[in-house]
């Protein structure tokens, strides 16, 4: 059974910097796409970076670009989110996402880690 763990969330002050952890176990995620979403108050869950597992192939939702940068360690089997220049709209809980690439292409999700920036 696949599972994630994030980690790393916290309480920050605008401009500030965080860094998310995404533990993966349970299965190999080689043909996956290993994804962050966010889901602010009140508003639906959005994508913000994925990383395909193999390759590194990266992709930035347009909002965040030039302020995250996604990675992963193939050897700790952990896909990390860094985020600079935190600003109030980047309050959300944050989820870490797997996405089978080929087969099933089944989906699995972490339960999310709480990021709260103040102004």
């Known amino acids: 059974q696949a599972q994630l763990v994030e980690s790393g969330g916290g309480l920050v002050q605008a401009g500030g910097s965080l860094r998310l952890s995404c533990a993966a176990s349970?299965?190999?995620?080689?043909?996956?796409?290993m994804g962050w979403y966010r889901q602010p108050p009140g508003k639906e869950r959005e994508f913000v970076a994925s990383?395909?597992?193999?390759?590194?192939?990266?992709n930035y939702a347009d909002s965040v670009k030039g302020r995250v940068t996604i990675s992963r360690d193939t050897a700790k089997n952990t896909v990390y989110l860094h985020m600079t220049n935190l600003q109030p709209e980047d309050t959300a809980i944050y989820y870490c996402?797997?996405?089978?690439?080929?087969?099933?292409?089944?989906?699995?999700w972490g339960q999310g880690t709480q990021v709260t920036v103040s102004s």
């Open positions: 990383i395909d597992w193999s390759i590194g192939r990266i």
């Open positions: 996402n797997a996405r089978e690439t080929v087969g099933l292409r089944r989906t699995y």
């Open positions: 349970g299965r190999t995620f080689t043909n996956s796409d």
